[in-house]
């Protein structure tokens, strides 16, 4: 069962834009994370977000977290080439040995 | 300091054929995990691990086995394969889960797995 989905699935902006990516989830939550996937390559991790945060930055990153809503988002600021990526967000509502990943937000960015 | 190495980084299979999947991190890392990717699904857990001589099953266990007789390795392996098998592969190790240190994942560059 998925915890966390992603909205979009796709994204498609120009270079220099911002590209916002959303994250909703189900169960209660102690953190959340963004990680990034370059194409056939390993996860990343961005950043996490604890419960009992409400905004969290990282360079031209800006994650929320609205644990009223149960969702999250992920701005990238002043977005370059080298954000072409997919972004999955993950929780550990299952329990912290268990975090569970969203579909993915694909992101293009043209330049 | 080659954090998670996972190898191969290709492999066909034939139906019933048996592999081992290999995972070895070079950070001491307690935490361990293996991950399948399969389009439009996400990353789906397998199997864990909390340390050296426990494991416990993921949301995807059926047909997959893991042993963790050292820190540093955690190999998986696929009994029987079948075609429904077939997806990307990833393994990942933390340093703690479930405590106040950091828990996010380091991911290796997984294995790409065929089942004809």
């Known amino acids: 069962s998925q915890q966390g989905e992603e909205d979009p699935q796709a994204l498609s902006i120009q270079e220099g834009e911002n590209a916002t990516m959303n994250c909703s989830y189900k169960t209660s939550i102690n953190n959340l994370q963004w990680y990034r996937q370059n194409s056939g390559r390993g996860l990343v991790h961005l950043i996490l977000?604890?419960?009992?945060?409400r905004e969290k930055h990282s360079g031209r990153l800006r994650v929320t977290l609205d644990t009223s809503k149960k969702s999250s988002s992920l701005l990238i600021t002043a977005s370059r080439a080298a954000d072409t990526a997919s972004y999955f967000c993950?929780?550990?509502?299952?329990?912290?040995?268990?975090?569970?990943f969203g579909q993915g937000t694909r992101l293009t960015i043209n330049p | 300091n080659a954090g998670v190495t996972q190898t191969p980084k290709f492999q066909v299979l034939k139906t019933g054929q048996s592999m081992t999947l290999q995972c070895a991190q070079d950070m001491n890392h307690e935490y361990m995990s293996w991950y399948r990717q399969d389009p439009g699904m996400g990353l789906r857990l397998i199997h864990y691990?909390?340390?050296?001589?426990?494991?416990d099953q993921g949301e995807v266990p059926n047909g997959y086995n893991v042993s963790r007789s050292t820190t540093e390795d955690f190999p998986l392996r696929l009994l029987s394969a079948a075609p429904s098998q077939t997806s990307v592969y990833f393994c990942?190790?933390?340093?703690?889960?479930?405590?106040?240190?950091?828990?996010?994942?380091?991911f290796g560059s997984g294995t790409q797995l065929s089942v004809l």
């Open positions: 993950a929780t550990d509502g299952q329990g912290a040995q268990k975090l569970v």
């Open positions: 977000i604890r419960s009992n945060e």
């Open positions: 691990s909390v340390g050296a001589g426990i494991t």
């Open positions: 990942a190790s933390s340093y703690s889960i479930g405590g106040a240190r950091d828990e996010k994942l380091f």
